[in-house]
């Protein structure tokens, strides 16, 4: 017997800055994990993977996250993408510089 699909989100970084950022159920790249699309069907999946793929000119290495649902929206499973969602770890530099803001 399979295990149950764990739900995912689509994660990638953008092409020029290399931010890390989500794609979100309305096809816009966020650098909030809270606002991606939770994928909860693993066809789906596939396809929104493929979706965010295809944008070559915007993003690069796009993959799929395990994820769950949080109380205000999908949290990172594992922690090299909580690692992620904090941004780069030499501070004053993308989110964190914007948390002493």
Request: proline share 6%; glycine share 6%; net charge negative.
């Amino acid at each position: 017997m399979s295990r149950p699909y764990a739900p995912k989100v689509v994660t990638a970084n953008l092409l020029r800055e290399g931010d890390v950022v989500y794609l979100t159920a309305d096809d816009r790249w966020t650098p909030h994990h809270h606002e991606a699309e939770l994928i909860e069907d693993e066809a789906h999946a596939q396809m929104r993977l493929l979706h965010g793929t295809a944008q070559k000119l915007v993003i690069v290495g796009a993959y799929l996250a395990d994820a769950r649902q949080g109380k205000d929206g999908p949290e990172p499973v594992h922690f090299r993408e909580a690692f992620r969602t904090r941004g780069p770890s030499n501070y004053d530099h993308g989110k964190q510089a914007d948390l002493r803001a």
